[in-house]
Structures are given as structure tokens and as C-alpha cells.
């Protein structure tokens, strides 16, 4: 497949130092590379960076970077059926790969010391040149090139970073993995986006997220991944549609109204690499479903079209994405930890369902 250049460009015949000496003599993005020690909370153990020159990021305003072609270095492109996708290097990165040297011991939240250097890649997975396309709207075809080109991406980094990472064995279960890999997407600039742009933002790090470690707490202290607990746990009304290798339910502890999560049913798996055909279109299928469902909720709402997803894979196996929308503000009940929700998981669950095969508006 080409993109309307004619011109493909394929990670996985990219050799691993090249990714990373792409980052390194790139020279807009040293400018605008983080602090390099990061420094722990001790009350929670989630880890901060300091990243000042991110607040210099476009944001939302006038002409869009990407339509107009103001990017960094293009690293993988594969054509969809109108236009492209394509990941890039991002300009304001939140890890950057310090020295080029490996750094042996990983990042773990909990450990006893609080200040600790942070290396890794920061990328940008853009859904579709095509200014207006993004998960909620485009066909299954296309969404199904775009997560194959980031478990790609999860595949090259995680396999053959030896020289830079460190082993992640212990917590891949011996599948020989090296460094960390989070991906999440910001729509909306009241979750966080400072361009409109669809896209999906990948990490790269020595440090696991503290959201991904309590997954893998989870596994060790109920002998079971969090996905097979939330299968067992969901009450058939709390399904909104089961894609034969995934569900999409809200939780039974729902934070906001319409928070959900797509749930992939073989636990074994960590990885987007992973997966099957089957897996990797119930995915999509569900993505777009989740993100088409939060269109049409926000916009009966009043409320600007903005979402969070993390996907939760590696750490403690079981593969799901979360969905956390902007319905409603967060407040200091929720700072403390008791989250005051405005609907009811059974009430959102039924209005989901009726919403889920409405084109979104």
C-alpha cells in the first residue's frame, strides 16, 4: 500500500540504532527534551517529569502542523484508503533518549529511591493525514492497518532494544523483552490535546506507568489478570457488545458517566504484537464504537467531543483499552480518591447500547 506520495516507509526494516539516532540528531527535538531525573511522589509513588519545554506545544489554534506538513521526520507511513498513516518523532517529547547509553536498572514505582534518570522515545502515531478522520469515522479496513502499524512499532521496540533498555523479562513472563511500552490518546483539549489532529502518543521508556504496575500488583496478589476479574465480575447489563475476542462494558465501579473499557478475552496475551486477526479487528471495532458512542453522548451533553484512552498492555498481562471521558469535571472529592460519578453504570451501560450503531454527529 502507498500514500498519496507514493512513498512507504516501514519500521520494521529500520534498524534499531537508527530509531534511536533519529531522536538524538534531530536538533529541534534535543532542544525541546525534558529534564532528565525525575522524582517521585512518596505518598503514591506516581513518578513526575519535568518537562518545561512542552508548554511551548500549538494549541488548537489557526492552521493544523500536520495538515500543513510541519512535522518531524517521518519513521513508518502506510497508505489507507484515502490518504495515510504515519508515525513521526514527537517535538515536545516527555522522555528522551539521554547519552544514547543503555541504562540498565529499570524504573519501578515503590522502590526506595525517589530521584531516578528517565530515558526513552517519544512518538506520535497520527490515525490519518486526512485532517477530520480518526477512529469514530473511519472503516474497518483502515483502522485495522492503523493498530497493525503500532503493534508494529510495540514489536521493534520491545525486541530489539537490547543495547538501551533494560530487560523486562520478569514482568513480559521470559518473553525477552527490553524497555516499556505505554500508548494512550488524548481527543480534546479538556483531555489534554493540544492539537485537534487525531493521534495516538507512544512511550518508550525504562520506567513502567504506575497505572500499568497496578495491573501487574493485581495479578500478584489475586493470582489472576484485572481483565479476567472484570469478565467475571461484569453483569450482562454492564456489556454493551461482545465482539467474539473482546467486550466493551462499563465497570461496575464507573468513575464518570460512559467511562468503559474494551476488554480483550484471551488474558494470555500482553502484547499488540500478540494478537490474532480476530483480536486486532475486535479492537478496532470497538474502538471506533467507544469513541463514536462519547461523540454522540457529549454532543446531547453540550460538551465538547474529549476522551482519554490508555491502553493497558504489558505488566501483568490481559489487554484492554480505557475510556476516560470529559463528562464531567474532576473535583477535589476526586483528588482524595472518592470519585463522585453523575450517572450510574447500569444507566450509562443501556444508553451506550442504543447510541453504539448511531453514526456519530
Not at 475510556?323 to 476526586?334: D, N
Request: proline content about 6%; charged content about 20%.
Amino acid at each position: 500500500m502507498k500514500n498519496e506520495s507514493g512513498i512507504e516507509k516501514s519500521i520494521e526494516n529500520m534498524p534499531i540504532d537508527d530509531i534511536f539516532s533519529a531522536f538524538i540528531n534531530d536538533n529541534a527535538v534535543s532542544a525541546n527534551k525534558p529534564e532528565k531525573i525525575s522524582q517521585m511522589d512518596p505518598r503514591n509513588n506516581i513518578r513526575a517529569i519535568s518537562a518545561p519545554m512542552r508548554s511551548k506545544r500549538p494549541q488548537n489554534t489557526g492552521d493544523c502542523p500536520i495538515c500543513d506538513g510541519n512535522t518531524t521526520s517521518i519513521l513508518d507511513v502506510t497508505g489507507l484508503s484515502e490518504g495515510c498513516t504515519f508515525i513521526n518523532k514527537n517535538l515536545f517529547p516527555a522522555l528522551y533518549p539521554f547519552d544514547h547509553k543503555k541504562i540498565t536498572e529499570a524504573v519501578i514505582p515503590g522502590t526506595d529511591i525517589s530521584s531516578r534518570p528517565l530515558t526513552g522515545l517519544h512518538f506520535v502515531q497520527w490515525t490519518s493525514s486526512i485532517h477530520d478522520r480518526d477512529w469514530h469515522n473511519m472503516i474497518l479496513n483502515d483502522r485495522l492497518i492503523v493498530l497493525l502499524r503500532l503493534a508494529a512499532l510495540e514489536k521493534k521496540l520491545l525486541l530489539e532494544s537490547k543495547k538501551f533498555m533494560p530487560s523486562t523479562d520478569e514482568w513480559s513472563f521470559g518473553k525477552n523483552t527490553y524497555g516499556f511500552i505505554s500508548v494512550m490518546k488524548n481527543v480534546g483539549s479538556e483531555a489534554g490535546s493540544s492539537i485537534s489532529h487525531g493521534h495516538q502518543q507512544i512511550l518508550f521508556s525504562n520506567t513502567i506507568p504506575k497505572a500499568i504496575m497496578n495491573d501487574w500488583n493485581f495479578l500478584q496478589l489475586h493470582g489472576r489478570t484485572f481483565t479476567e476479574y472484570l469478565m467475571l465480575e461484569t453483569d450482562p447489563g454492564l456489556v454493551i457488545r461482545d465482539y467474539g475476542s473482546a467486550l466493551l462494558v462499563v465497570p461496575y465501579f464507573m468513575l464518570r458517566p460512559f467511562h468503559m473499557m474494551l476488554v480483550l478475552k484471551n488474558t494470555s496475551k500482553q502484547f499488540l504484537y500478540e494478537l490474532d486477526f480476530d483480536e486486532i479487528e475486535a479492537l478496532a471495532d470497538g474502538m471506533h464504537h467507544a469513541s463514536s458512542i462519547l461523540m454522540n453522548v457529549m454532543t446531547g451533553m453540550n460538551r465538547n467531543f474529549s476522551y482519554n484512552a490508555l491502553f493497558h498492555n504489558g505488566p501483568g498481562a490481559g489487554i484492554y483499552i480505557e475510556f476516560m471521558p470529559s463528562t464531567q469535571k474532576t473535583g477535589g472529592f476526586e483528588h482524595l480518591g472518592l470519585w463522585v460519578c453523575d450517572n450510574t453504570p447500569e444507566n450509562a451501560a443501556s444508553s451506550a447500547r442504543e447510541l453504539i450503531d448511531k453514526p456519530p454527529v
